[in-house]
């Protein structure tokens, strides 16, 4: 029975990737010297401790094995679905692409994940400003990191934006890295969008205000085959 009891504990607690270790020991420090100081403060650092571990938390997530389809990136709300033009610095040219974007929330999980599978070509970080990340200015102005994976249906370019609150992104793979669809490849701390650029032909599966989760969530048909969602309303 005891067994049987850690073993759903275990199963239920939600893993914390150790990019947070430095900021949750951090919050833990401090908790500890204002409830010395003043309880008060304390228990107010306390709650920022729990927020700051929920943030870092990495929960295991199941991608289906579907060539034909992209997976969100990111856990959060799909901000745009639009076409637009993949930022200069990846060098794919002028053509314009469908684009879905998705915004985190700073009570979102942060840890990134490939849509497709591939080999990623090129990474190119450009230094910017931290406009909101909902702000669409924010897909040429602030800080971001772009990556290309090379795919069967064409070059995809996912691009990292810093936000209002984001000050450092933190990219896991390296150019000439293979990825599968659903790796983690990177993290943004705190809040921040990231952007899909599809190939060309690509249909997007979401629509503006869906809730998405990374390497779960389909949000193209990469064959062009698969109707596009009906328009929806929040009610």
């Known amino acids: 029975m005891a067994h049987g009891l850690g073993e759903s504990i275990r199963r239920a607690m939600v893993p914390i990737h150790r990019e947070g270790y430095p900021y949750i020991a951090g919050f833990l420090a401090l908790t500890v010297v ?27 997530r199941v991608t289906p094995l579907d060539p034909t389809l992209a997976f969100s990136p990111a856990d959060g709300r799909v ?40 080999a990623v070509s090129r990474m190119v970080y450009r230094p910017g400003r931290f406009l909101n990340a909902e702000d669409p200015q924010a897909s040429v102005e602030n800080e971001r990191n772009g990556i290309i994976i090379e795919t069967a249906t064409g070059p ?21 890295d293979s990825v599968g669809a659903g790796d983690r490849i990177g993290l943004i701390r705190f809040g921040s969008r990231l952007d899909v650029y599809l190939p060309a032909g690509a249909v997007p599966l979401v629509a503006e205000g869906q809730r998405a989760v990374a390497g779960e969530t389909p949000i193209a048909d990469l064959t062009g085959i698969r109707p596009q969602p009906l328009a929806v309303r929040t009610l």
């Not at 100081?37 to 990495?58: E, K, N």
């Not at 639009?82 to 942060?110: C, K, N, Q, T």
């Not at 995809?156 to 000439?176: C, D, E, S, T, Y």
Request: with cysteine; hydrophobic share 60%; charged share 15%.
């Open 34 to 60: 204002l409830w010395l100081l003043w309880a008060p403060a304390g228990w107010v650092v306390l709650g920022l401790t729990i927020w700051c571990t929920l943030f870092f938390r990495d929960p295991v």
């Open 79 to 118: 901000a745009m679905v639009d076409y637009a033009v993949v930022p200069s610095e990846l060098g794919l040219g002028e053509e314009i692409r469908p684009r879905v974007s998705i915004f985190m929330s700073v009570f979102d999980v942060h840890v990134n994940r490939a849509p497709v599978a591939g």
């Open 156 to 176: 995809m370019a996912v691009v990292q934006i810093a936000g209002l609150v984001a000050r450092r992104i933190v990219p896991f793979v390296r150019q000439g």
